[in-house]
Each structure stands twice: as structure tokens, then as C-alpha cells.
């Protein structure tokens, strides 16, 4: 079995002969958690002022009159160019200088720090180096980080060369829009509990911009796809996007991203995107089984175990395709299960405060990242019981139960079901049954719509 990392280095079909699958949604989904901020142009998010982009404003573009080439003027008066590097010049850039081919140019990726670094390297890299990935474009970099607002962002667009004119093919190629996942910051994990209790949250208000701006900007078919709480940004900017828009949006993935509150997936909004979703999960899937997911899940195997799985990494590949599990693991159902009756169970103002009060005891020793929590581990415990002990018994108890369930669901085993998975219509979780906008089906498939491959 391999990997992404195996499958960006030989997999070297151009788009035009093996269109874009599920395990190139996994690598651009992959690719955005490299350090590209400081190397790629950027795209200013101003909602007060949309037409603030990469492409300029419509006013900068018209002061910009080139008499020596006036009809290209005027097509990119209308119509600006994205401006980007490729893959491979991004590369140099990022880990070559000139006179070396060695990766000697080090800096950290935005990856939780459980994970190797030089897992994001080596499949840039990998990406780079191989002529399916060298050529396609990338830009339009945002990057958003507010402790204030408890919000985490970055999102980039990757211009694929399958366009019709060889001279230019990236010219209204395809446009991947990549939203990352949580970073290392604990902010952006606060944001990610803060969903138990706020809809939208700053990022997903974000994602939305950002993605009105590519599509106002630039031509070109839209898919849409992230990693973790990528995938669920990505659905949201999908189903909050224009008819124009969405109209243009070919595919969106969720790639073990969580779901959303049960009132959202059975609105309209989300009903009409519902057709475009393909949400893929790991076999212990946890992060992907927050929330309601009424689509059918592809579930892929991994050769880790518990939340490891979450790693982009341990996906096992098999040519162009992922390999897949018949359902989750049972330990992944009970988690959905166990989590779904917590949650239901607590008012709004009891999740906001059980979150408060577990990112006030990681505060507590100084820490703004996990790297800090891990790093000053026995110089925190001192700060982090005191600020525990100064909680309410209410708020103790709420924040011991929600530890419990996570840390239960870290250690889970890959083990399948021995029982017949549920129904299409089934739901792990009494509260959100009569919610469920299932698809009718003659497989059998587990909690939250989980398909059987």
C-alpha cells in the first residue's frame, strides 16, 4: 500500500488523460498546511470592499493602461490574470537554493505539532517534481489568525493546466479552492469547539469571502475541498455561494472534516449542494463524526490507529483510488454516539462555557499553541490545576466529561463492527433523527450516512 507521498511522486498522468480524483483532492488539501503565505501572492480579504484582491482593485486596474499592448490591457481590465507560481518555482523557493538540489532551506509548516513536519516537505516536493503537479498554479494566498475573534484562516487557489489553449493551459483552467485545516494554534482549536455553540464562526464567514472573490475575479470551473475543519469551510462557502457561483462549482470534498448543526443540513441551502459533497473519513474517524452528516461517507483505510488517523499521511492509496473500509470503526460509532447524546444534552450557554473553560486551563501556563502546551508540560501543570480548580463544579464536571469522551476517542482501536451496520436512515444520535436527510439506498451503511464501498 502507499500514500499521498508515493502517489504525488509517480502518478504522472497529465489532468487531461486521469481528471482530478479523490486522492488529488487529499493532496491540494495537503499541500495548503505548507508554508506558502510568504511565497505566493496574496489575496486581501475586504468584505467592506470587495474588489480588494490579488487581481488589484477595478480602479487600480484601469490606471494601469499599458499603450504598447492596449487589447491585453482591456482583456485584463475585466478579466485579471491570477497572478501565481507554479508548484515547481514554489518549490525552489520554499526548500532549494540555486547551486543545491538539498532541502536546505528550513521553516515549519502549519501542522499540529504531533505530526512530522517533514511529511509536508517531502509531498511538496514530491508534488513539484512530478510534471502531473510541476505546472499547476498557485495563488491568491489568504492567511487570518485573531485571538480576539477566536479565529484561525488561510485558504489558497490552485489553477490546474487543463484548460483549452496550449499555449496557456492553466488559461480558465480549473480552480481548486484549498482551505486548511486547524493549525498548531490554539486559537484556531477554540474556534473549532466555539461550532459546538456558534454558527457560522469567523472562519466559515471567511471562507465564503474568500471564495465570492476567486470566482468574482477569475474564470475557470470551481472545486472546492479541505482537510478537517478545511472540508467543512468548503462546504459552507459552497452552499452560502451565489446561483452564479454554484452553478460553476463541480465538486466540493470533505476530506474527515466535521459536520454541521442538524437545522443547517436540512435547510435548502445545503440540500442543493448536497449532490456536489463527497466527504471521505478514516476507519476511526473523530473528527469527521462531529456533527450531523447526512451525505454518505466514503470511509478509506488507514495504517494507524485512534485520532492518528486524522493524519493526511496514514490514508492508504491503491493506484487512483483510495482504499476503503466497508464502515468506521466501532469505536468511531460509539464516540458519534456518546458525543452526539453530550452535546444534546448541554444548553448552547453550557457548551460555550465548558469550551471557555477548557482553553482557560491550556491558557493557563503561557501556552498560545500545542507546541507550548507539549513543550512546558511540567512547568504548566501547576497554572493549568489551579486555573481547573478555580472553575465552577459545574463547569469542572462539564469539561471532565467532554476530556473523557476525547481522550477514549485517542485511543481508539481500528476494529471493525462485528453487527450489520444501520440503515441509510439511522442516526447515532436521538436528538438529531427526525433531522436526518438521508438518501435512499439498498446497501446498508453506518451512523451518519456512512456508506459501504
Not at 142 to 168: C, M, V, Y
Not at 226 to 252: F, P
Not at 369 to 376: A, K, L, P, Q, W
Request: contains cysteine.
Amino acid at each position: 500500500m502507499t500514500n499521498i507521498i508515493d502517489y504525488s511522486r509517480t502518478e504522472t498522468r497529465s489532468f487531461s488523460d486521469l481528471a482530478f480524483n479523490e486522492v488529488d483532492a487529499l493532496v491540494f488539501g495537503t499541500l495548503i498546511y505548507e508554508d506558502v503565505a510568504n511565497i505566493c501572492p496574496a489575496l486581501m480579504l475586504d468584505e467592506s470592499q470587495p474588489d480588494t484582491a490579488a487581481g488589484g482593485s477595478f480602479a487600480a486596474r484601469l490606471r494601469a493602461f499599458e499603450p504598447k499592448h492596449p487589447l491585453i490591457w482591456l482583456k485584463r481590465l475585466w478579466h485579471p490574470v491570477l497572478e501565481s507560481v507554479s508548484l515547481e518555482e514554489a518549490n525552489t523557493e520554499l526548500h532549494r537554493s540555486l547551486s543545491t538540489e538539498a532541502d536546505d532551506k528550513p521553516h515549519d509548516p502549519q501542522v499540529v505539532s504531533v505530526l512530522d513536519p517533514q511529511l509536508t516537505h517531502q509531498l511538496f516536493q514530491a508534488a513539484a517534481g512530478n510534471p502531473r503537479f510541476a505546472q499547476v498554479r498557485l495563488g491568491a494566498v489568504a492567511e487570518h489568525i485573531n485571538r480576539g475573534e477566536q479565529t484561525q484562516f488561510a485558504a489558497a487557489t490552485f489553477q490546474l493546466p487543463d484548460g483549452r489553449s496550449r499555449r496557456d493551459p492553466t488559461h480558465k483552467g480549473t480552480l481548486v479552492i484549498s482551505f486548511r485545516g486547524t493549525d498548531d494554534s490554539l486559537i484556531g482549536w477554540k474556534e473549532d469547539f466555539n461550532m459546538a455553540f456558534q454558527y457560522p464562526v469567523p472562519a466559515q464567514r471567511a471562507a465564503s469571502a474568500y471564495v465570492d472573490t476567486v470566482a468574482r475575479l477569475w474564470e475557470g470551473p470551481l472545486i472546492l475541498l479541505g482537510h478537517s475543519k478545511g472540508g467543512n469551510l468548503a462546504i459552507y462557502a459552497a452552499m452560502n455561494a451565489s446561483d452564479t457561483v454554484q452553478r460553476r462549482i463541480r465538486h466540493i470534498y470533505s476530506l474527515d472534516g466535521p459536520g454541521f448543526p442538524p437545522e443547517i443540513v436540512a435547510s435548502p441551502s445545503y440540500l442543493a449542494i448536497q449532490p456536489k459533497v463527497t466527504k471521505i473519513v478514516p476507519s476511526s474517524s473523530i473528527v469527521g463524526m462531529v456533527f450531523e452528516t447526512p451525505e454518505p461517507c466514503r470511509v478509506v483505510a488507514s495504517d494507524s490507529d485512534g485520532i492518528m488517523q486524522h493524519s493526511a499521511y496514514t490514508w492508504q492509496v491503491e493506484g487512483d483510488r483510495f482504499v476503503t473500509e466497508p464502515t468506521v470503526s466501532s469505536g468511531s460509532q460509539l464516540f458519534n454516539e456518546q458525543l452526539n447524546h453530550w452535546i444534546a444534552a448541554l444548553t448552547p450557554e453550557q457548551r460555550e462555557r465548558a469550551v471557555d473553560a477548557l482553553f482557560r486551563v491550556l491558557h493557563a501556563g503561557g501556552a498560545n499553541s500545542f507546541s507550548d502546551v507539549m513543550r512546558n508540560f511540567p512547568l504548566s501543570i501547576p497554572p493549568m490545576l489551579g486555573a481547573y480548580v478555580g472553575l465552577t463544579p459545574e463547569d469542572r464536571r462539564h469539561l471532565t466529561e467532554a476530556l473523557a469522551l476525547l481522550i477514549k476517542a485517542s485511543a481508539t482501536k481500528n476494529k471493525r463492527t462485528e453487527t450489520a451496520p444501520a440503515p441509510d436512515d439511522a442516526r447515532p444520535s436521538e436528538a438529531a433523527t427526525s433531522d436526518y436527510a438521508g438518501e435512499e439506498s439498498s446497501e446498508p451503511a453506518g451512523p451518519s450516512g456512512i456508506d459501504t464501498i
